[in-house]
T-cell receptor, first 111, second 110 residues
Framework: EDQVTQSPEALRLQEGESSSLNCSYTVSGLRGLFWYRQDPGKGPEFLFT???AGEEKEKERLKATLTKKESFLHITAPKPEDSATYLC????????????FGPGTSLSVIP | DVKVTQSSRYLVKRTGEKVFLECVQD?????MFWYRQDPGLGLRLIYF???????EKGDIPEGYSVSREKKERFSLILESASTNQTSMYLC?????????FGSGTRLTVV
């Protein structure tokens, strides 16, 4: 059965303090791994898609990387506006078009 | 820009009422999904649809039904609302695996 876990559950950073969020997955035949950002009371917003181990994607202060077992979302010199919940999701060969979501990491960046 | 629109941001309904949550996408996507999101439980799939008039049960379909009469519109129906259906409801459409979500409907059943 496809599974996704994320750690830590919550992370509190000082502004400018770089860190990484982890997404560990078990999937039969990875077709894609997705990162989303969700602000309170809103729907998740798409950030990145990664398709194969070794792939990296960047957007402003965020960088997503992928290995065969996990993905990292690196946040460099975060700002308070980066505060949000970050969701990881996997799309596997056996789940047809259903995507399995992790529980999320709640990030707070303190000025 | 692609768009998924949910008709209501906030909704308050009484126990036993029949509730309709509407979702429209403008991307001509075939796949559409309904999730509910609760603190500590994450996103849970209620129903999904691969095409017009086709529907499949997700992980928690009890107490819900869906309708997809046109490709762009996917409706979630609470047949008889109960307090344990108070939640954030999220609609999504899909292409190449990735989802585009609507802004969500916060439903409170009193």
């Amino acid at each position: 059965e496809d599974q996704v876990t994320q750690s830590p559950e919550a992370l509190r950073l000082q502004e400018g303090e770089s860190s990484s969020l982890n997404c560990s997955y078990t999937v039969s035949g990875l077709r894609g791994l997705f990162w989303y950002r969700q602000d309170p009371g809103k729907g998740p917003e798409f950030l990145f898609t990664l398709y194969s181990a070794g792939e990296e994607k960047e957007k402003e202060r965020l960088k997503a990387t992928l290995t065969k077992k996990e993905s990292f979302l690196h946040i460099t010199a975060p700002k308070p506006e980066d505060s949000a919940t970050y969701l990881c999701a996997v799309w596997g060969e056996t789940s047809y078009d259903k995507v399995i979501f992790g529980p999320g990491t709640s990030l707070s960046v303190i000025p | 820009d692609v768009k998924v629109t949910q008709s209501s941001r906030y909704l308050v309904k009484r126990t036993g009422e029949k509730v309709f949550l509407e979702c429209v996408q403008d991307m001509d996507h075939e796949n559409m999904f309904w999730y509910r999101q609760d603190p500590g439980l994450g996103l849970r799939l209620i129903y999904f649809s691969y095409d017009v008039k086709m529907k499949e049960k997700g992980d928690i379909p009890e107490g819900y039904s869906v309708s997809r009469e046109k490709k762009e519109r996917f409706s979630l129906i609470l047949e008889s609302a109960s307090t344990n259906q108070t939640s954030m409801y999220l609609c999504a459409s899909q292409v190449r695996g990735g989802y585009t979500f609507g802004s969500g409907t916060r439903l409170t059943v009193v």
